[in-house]
């Protein structure tokens, strides 16, 4: 699967930014969707997660309460709704498709994916 990742850009804290990701080159709605992000110098670390049905969603606690992930079947798109940005919240945001169709549990883990995008940079500016 190919996934193409946008929504990026500059903000100022408070701001708030979706981001979105196309998934082309199989059936979307039977893989699970998750975000992550990283920071320079950083590990890669878990955001927000999406069941294959949409039906549950996982969210690290450093963004629970502050983003909201959702799907759009007929778009083939996942959406990471960012509000209430904070300057921490500065990384390459990466969208990931798991390998695995119709997973029992929502994964949260990098090894838990199997295809990536490329990256978008949020930015947020104190």
């Known amino acids: 699967v190919q996934l193409q990742a946008s929504g990026g850009g500059l903000v100022q804290a408070g701001g708030s930014l979706r981001l979105s990701c196309v998934a082309s080159g199989r059936t979307f709605s039977r893989y699970a969707m998750g975000w992550f992000r990283q920071a320079p110098g950083k590990e890669r670390e878990f955001v927000a997660a999406?069941?294959?049905?949409?039906?549950?969603?996982v969210y690290a606690d450093s963004v629970k309460g502050r983003s909201t992930i959702s799907r759009d079947i007929a778009k083939n798109t996942v959406y990471l709704q960012m509000n209430s940005l904070e300057p921490e919240d500065t990384a390459v945001y990466y969208c990931?498709?798991?390998?695995?169709?119709?997973?029992?549990?929502?994964?949260?883990?990098?090894?838990?994916?199997?295809?990536w995008g490329q990256g978008t940079q949020v930015t947020v500016s104190s």
């Open positions: 999406i069941s294959w049905s949409g039906a549950r969603t």
């Open positions: 990931a498709a798991t390998e695995r169709p119709y997973a029992s549990v929502v994964p949260t883990t990098t090894s838990d994916f199997g295809s």
